[in-house]
């Protein structure tokens, strides 16, 4: 019922690492872009990363670029978030997101092009 499920996320200490993952359920997105995305408490929603069907090209906010990597499955129905070196601010609820509207890497970065999303995993990153 719920396309796109997170998980992966919890309480990791500066410098630490965790792997998201987004598994899809009752659908298959093999040609859709993913792309993940965080939202901390007061905060609007901002793009983390990004990957096209094929993993052709890749998207990363400045924030992360460096730090965290993004992959995908079309097998497996599943993509991934790497992030490693954790800063305190990386801290938030982190949502995976698809959708066949996502024309380019420069558009990726934008929730409006998405049109199904998970429930958000959160992360929490102690100093």
């Known amino acids: 019922q719920v396309p796109l499920v997170e998980s992966g996320g919890g309480l990791v200490q500066a410098g630490g690492s965790l792997r998201l993952s987004c598994a899809a359920s009752?659908?298959?997105?093999?040609?859709?872009?993913m792309g993940w995305f965080r939202q901390a408490p007061g905060k609007e929603r901002e793009s983390v990363a990004a990957i096209n069907w094929n993993g052709g090209w890749t998207y990363y906010a400045d924030s992360v670029k460096g730090r965290f990597t993004i992959s995908r499955d079309n097998t497996a129905n599943t993509m991934w978030l790497q992030m490693n070196s954790l800063k305190p601010e990386d801290t938030a609820v982190y949502y995976c997101a698809t959708g066949p509207r996502v024309p380019a890497a420069t558009m990726a970065r934008s929730p409006n092009m998405y049109d199904y999303w998970g429930q958000g995993t959160q992360v929490t990153v102690s100093s």
């Open positions: 009752g659908r298959t997105f093999s040609i859709y872009v």
